[in-house]
């Protein structure tokens, strides 16, 4: 068993250090997706456009104005503008907010009561960038009252201390996460037209007559691929340590095994799909479609699951990347240990074992 294992392995390894399009994949396509993923793929803000209608013209108009401008996600338009051009504005995209400071404004703003009102009118065709601009206009406005007037004495005071990710940068929190999805993509993308390249060749009826069972080439033809997977997970994690500076807080070595078990998830899919699929084409189309709209919808990835309805939440408890999420987010984060994702690992482990028996079960079906 051990010699037709090897020889299934050599036979792997050969096909794919010859075939240039897997090694694209294998290479390439991990750092261009870690690298274009990870910069387009933020929740942070930046270069929101702003107009300003400015009927009061006076020294306490333009500090407000200049705070706007001197924050980091505003950018001010270079022209004045009037009431009426708001919809046109907003209709051609050429801003999102439009700040309307009335001629009384310092008036009241220095007045008995001491309160002045400004209109904020904000683009909320999209409805996430519509809460986004409120609270960064929340907090100018705060922080311009802050300045402005002296904080009156309160009873109590509080400092947050801002744990693991202290500048909220959400960039640390996704490419952790394209880590599973990219691993996941290419695992399941490599091993899905393992087979269905062997009966699409012709070469399939060779080993029906070969003196090897269904485990031996399942196996043989996992192995290679759980270390090329190994070597994608090195490049991935140090990618995004070099280009995006996400720190690894917890041990090395344990993120290797944990990304080694999901890779063995991954194959073991990929292979499920192989013995399914008749074809190359049909085999990359179903793990396209098995892989990435789950994995980026359902896992967590983007969006919390516990906003999810029942259904969505109990169907994201199969999707492995769920629980690798998990996994790689605390480890590279957090720092913590076996000790607090022995539960992601065991379920982990459970889909692999199950993944992988269904693929030689359904293989040896075809050979009987």
């Known amino acids: 068993m051990r010699q037709r294992l090897i ?13 240039w399009r897997t090694l694209l994949i294998i290479i390439l396509m991990p750092i261009l997706m870690i690298i274009l993923y990870g910069y387009a793929i933020t929740l942070d803000m930046r270069n929101i456009s702003f107009a300003v209608i400015d009927e009061a013209r006076t020294h306490d108009s333009r500090r407000l104005i200049e705070s706007f401008a001197e924050n980091e996600f505003f950018i001010p338009i270079p022209r004045r503008i009037r009431r009426e051009d708001i919809d046109g504005l907003f209709m051609r995209r050429e801003a999102s907010l439009v700040l309307v400071i009335p ?21 909320a065709s999209d409805s996430n960038v519509g809460t986004f601009i409120s609270n960064y206009t ?37 490419v952790p996460g394209l880590i599973a999805i990219i691993l996941m993509l290419i695992s399941a993308l ?23 069972h269904a485990r031996e080439i399942i196996i043989g033809k996992v192995l290679p691929y759980v270390l090329l997977g190994l070597f994608n997970a090195a490049v991935i994690v140090a990618s995004a340590h070099a280009f995006f500076g996400v720190p690894v807080r917890g041990s090395l070595l344990l993120l290797a095994l944990l990304s080694l078990l999901f890779v063995f998830v991954a194959l073991a899919f990929g292979l499920m799909i192989s013995t399914v699929a008749r074809s190359q084409l049909v085999a990359m189309f179903m793990t396209l ?80």
């Open 190 to 212: 490599l091993t899905s037209i393992a087979i269905a390249r062997e009966k699409e060749s012709g070469t399939m009826e060779q080993m029906l007559v070969s003196p090897v």
């Open 103 to 123: 001629r009384n404004f310092s008036r009241d703003l220095h007045g008995r009561g001491g309160r002045a009102r400004v209109q904020v009118i904000i683009d």
């Open 7 to 19: 020889a299934i392995m050599r036979k792997e390894f050969t096909h794919i250090f010859r075939d």
């Open 289 to 368: 479609m098995a892989t990435i709209l789950p994995t980026i919808m359902l896992s967590g990835f983007m969006f919390p699951i516990a906003s999810m309805p029942d259904l969505l939440r109990a169907v994201s408890q199969v999707i492995p990347a769920t629980w690798f999420l998990v996994i790689v987010r605390g480890i590279m984060l957090k720092g913590v240990g076996i000790a607090e994702l022995w539960p992601q690992v065991l379920v982990l482990l459970g889909l692999g074992v199950f993944l992988l028996g269904n693929a030689i079960h359904r293989f040896r079906m075809r050979l009987e």
């Open 138 to 174: 929340e907090q100018v406005l705060r922080r311009f009252n802050h300045d402005l007037s002296a904080v009156p004495p309160m009873l109590y005071d509080f400092a947050p201390r801002i744990l693991y990710n202290p500048d909220m940068n959400t960039t640390l929190f996704f």
